[in-house]
């Protein structure tokens, strides 16, 4: 009998709030190159590292709607062409993910083995890791809903933990029943988990052929897969995507999928994992998971330290200097620096709340702001005019658009613009520059091989990005998803 077909299923949701300021809800923590010297990011690294695994079929990607064009120009930067990108209107936790994922994977009457990933996790050790992947088939092709437990080395206490019916042994590792799942215990708790040898921190890693899973999903949590599969029916095909229907998807249950089945099955199966992981939940976690120089520091970027220890300092424009300083998180971005006690880091999601609360761009959002064309940073802003620095790719084109409030400046600094103005082209060479007059319908293209950069200055009483009128759009894309 053949073996079925393993489909990685990559959950490319959350927005990893505690490794602020470079993670926000534009751009997560699963984009971004975090892990060691790679310059591969978190969500290239979860492909990659299954690189080798027999019977690997190409990944199905599930993400937010606002990532779509993230998610699709990272794999096509390691050259993988995905099995479908699903896009979720909004989030809902892991088990309607999961759902979809089955329910997509037995459209066309097969019945494929799933390994469900996290975009953005570390694993040290890739060869191990598909060790225990390849170990996993063999529950997972019998029937049994397998989960990856990590080997736990310290009494951590920001975990859930899994027991297991029986000690794991000594040896090759095996797949064992599950006998509970625990929440994030106390520090007492923790130590005897640790000391007991049956728990397993739960890193949120299934594999399971789609059709059991589907079954205990219809058993246990029938909600969830009816709304799942309506989103599903009236799914919009949206160029490389599929777009899950918005009224459908936001009537399904916010659900784990460990809530949902895990804790209620008797197929639950846990395999040990102990192959250098970790969740990259803070920045403390990332200093650890990062190897070190003679001085325990981390240095990412342009950054110098002296007689300074343990610290870990990164920088993405501008010089940092640590000059005699230990222990301490210093993180800089465009438009803020972090400073942190490396042990009082996790408590970044707290600043997060608060700038949110505030309504503060630098909650959400970096300057720079990632298009389906490119994209553009936000170089400096007054009341009534700001200035831009924008960046196409070859053959990109921005839509056929107009604006109520402002006018706008076109200057090009690199390669060619092809500009439309109320009917008329023109083609802007470098050092050149166009004027758009409010209210002109306008688009620009750029029509070369390499990409072409311009500064727009942008004037009049009203520069949001809501000030718009779209005509034509080659993405796809419609005012109340997403502008420029």
Wanted: charged share 25%; proline share 6%; with cysteine.
């Amino acid at each position: 009998m053949a073996t079925p077909p393993l489909i990685p299923v990559i959950l490319c949701g959350g927005t990893g709030t505690r490794l602020w300021p470079l993670s926000r809800a534009s751009y997560p923590k699963q984009y971004w190159a975090l892990s060691g010297s790679s310059e591969e990011t978190l969500l290239q690294q979860t492909q990659q590292r299954l690189k080798g695994i027999e019977g690997l079929s190409a990944p199905l990607l599930i993400c937010n709607e606002e990532h779509r064009f993230i998610v699709a120009e990272q794999m096509r930067q390691i050259d993988v062409e995905p099995n479908a990108i699903l896009l979720e209107p909004m989030g809902r936790n892991t088990a309607p993910a999961v759902t979809v994922a089955a329910l997509q994977a037995t459209e066309r009457g097969e019945d494929p083995i799933l390994l469900v990933l996290a975009a953005d996790h570390v694993i040290r050790n890739a060869t191990q890791f598909r060790h225990i992947i390849e170990a996993g088939r063999i529950p997972a092709e019998a029937g049994r809903l397998v989960t990856f437990g990590i080997v736990p080395t310290a009494p951590e206490t920001g975990y859930g933990y899994i027991e297991a019916a029986e000690s794991f042994g000594n040896g090759e590792p095996k797949a064992v029943p599950i006998a509970r799942f625990v929440e994030k215990p106390d520090r007492i708790a923790a130590e005897q988990f640790l000391a007991n040898g049956c728990f397993t921190w739960n890193s949120g890693m299934f594999m399971f052929k789609a059709s059991a899973i589907l079954s205990e999903l219809e058993r246990l949590s029938p909600e969830v897969v009816s709304c799942c599969r309506a989103a599903l029916e009236q799914e919009v095909p949206d160029l490389d995507f599929l777009r899950l229907e918005r009224e459908a998807f936001a009537k399904c249950p916010n659900v784990a999928i460990d809530v949902a089945v895990m804790e209620k099955t008797e197929l639950g199966t846990v395999l040990p994992l102990d192959a250098g992981w970790s969740d990259v939940g803070s920045w403390s976690a990332l200093w650890n998971t990062t190897d070190r120089d003679l001085n325990g520091n981390v240095l990412r970027g342009h950054v110098i330290a002296e007689s300074s220890r343990n610290c870990y300092l990164r920088s993405e424009h501008r010089l940092v200097v640590g000059l005699g300083v230990e222990d301490l998180v210093v993180v800089e971005t465009d438009d803020a620096v972090l400073i942190a006690n490396r042990n009082q880091a996790q408590d970044v999601k707290t600043i997060v709340k608060q700038l949110e609360a505030d309504g503060s761009p630098e909650g959400k959002a970096h300057r720079k702001i990632y298009r389906p064309w490119g994209h553009y940073t936000s170089v400096v802003k007054d009341s009534r005019w700001q200035v831009k620095h924008i960046e196409l790719k070859p053959g990109a084109s921005l839509s056929l658009q107009m604006h109520h409030h402002r006018a706008e400046h076109w200057i090009v600094v690199k390669g060619t613009a092809l500009v439309e103005k109320d009917g008329d082209k023109q083609l802007v060479g470098e050092n050149q520059s166009t004027y758009i007059p409010l209210g002109c319908k306008h688009r620009l293209t750029n029509p070369g091989r390499m990409p072409m950069e311009l500064i727009e200055v942008q004037s009049g009483p009203y520069l949001c990005e809501d000030d718009i009128v779209r005509f034509e759009d080659r993405y796809g894309r419609s005012e109340s998803v997403i502008v420029n």
